[in-house]
């Protein structure tokens, strides 16, 4: 993930600076949350999938002064120490406060299902329906959402696209790639498409989109 190219991205750390949100424990950081303020006037589930689009959004809203009307969350990491704390709930808590604090009403969140690394060739739409005995969400991270009260508009095959060479895919993934075809990567939501004609791999980041406030 850390090799996709994202115009706008280093915005969040100067123009965006202050909704970027930071969890630390004995000044040692343990998670963090990444947001960008834009702005939308049509349906929400017409809204763009490509993260990059949204992020080009969000600077030019700033750049014309335009006053945001949706808090777009663009990712929530926790330090793999601190794991099972329940710290991926406190973050998007912090998010949704964040969005109470600058006024927009409306918070979105393109989720990365937790479990879909384990199910890669299964549809994201698919996925996303899937339900334990006791009917709650199959996957961790859309539990977290639905129990503070986020609701799925719509899913995405594409949200994020990452693109390199054969070498760099196999040094990104650990695995050797030999001929054209689809690679399970470990971490990935879906496949990564090599073609060895072309030199070239691309992968397409699925994600749930779920959102928070009163516009649908």
């Not at 004995?26 to 947001?35: C, H, Q, S």
């Not at 834009?38 to 490509?50: N, T």
């Not at 991926?88 to 808590?93: A, F, G, L, Q, R």
Request: glycine share 6%; net charge negative; hydrophobic share 40%.
């Amino acid at each position: 993930m850390l090799n996709w190219e994202c115009k706008g991205w280093s915005e969040l750390f100067t123009t965006f600076a202050d909704y970027q949100i930071v969890l630390t424990r004995d000044e040692t950081l343990i998670a963090y949350g990444y947001t960008i303020p834009i702005f939308w006037e049509g349906e929400l589930i017409d809204i763009p999938d490509d993260l990059t689009i949204l992020v080009e959004n969000g600077v030019s809203t700033y750049q014309k002064g335009i006053k945001p009307n949706i808090l777009l969350a663009l990712a929530a990491v926790v330090s793999p120490n601190h794991k099972g704390e329940g710290l991926s709930y406190e973050i998007v808590k912090a998010m949704k406060c964040l969005s109470k604090q600058k006024q927009i009403d409306t918070l979105i969140v393109p989720v990365r299902p937790t479990l879909k690394t384990k199910y890669p060739l299964i549809p994201i739409d698919k996925y996303a329906k899937w339900k334990t005995d006791d009917g709650k969400a199959f996957d961790p991270w859309l539990r977290v959402h639905d129990k503070l009260g986020g609701v799925i508009f719509k899913t995405a095959e594409i949200s994020m696209i990452i693109k390199g060479n054969v070498n760099e895919w196999e040094e990104w993934s650990n695995l050797k790639m030999l001929d054209s075809g689809s690679y399970v990567v470990e971490g990935a939501l879906s496949p990564v498409e090599i073609s060895i004609e072309k030199d070239m791999g691309i992968y397409y980041d699925p994600c749930v989109w779920v959102k928070y406030g009163n516009t649908i």
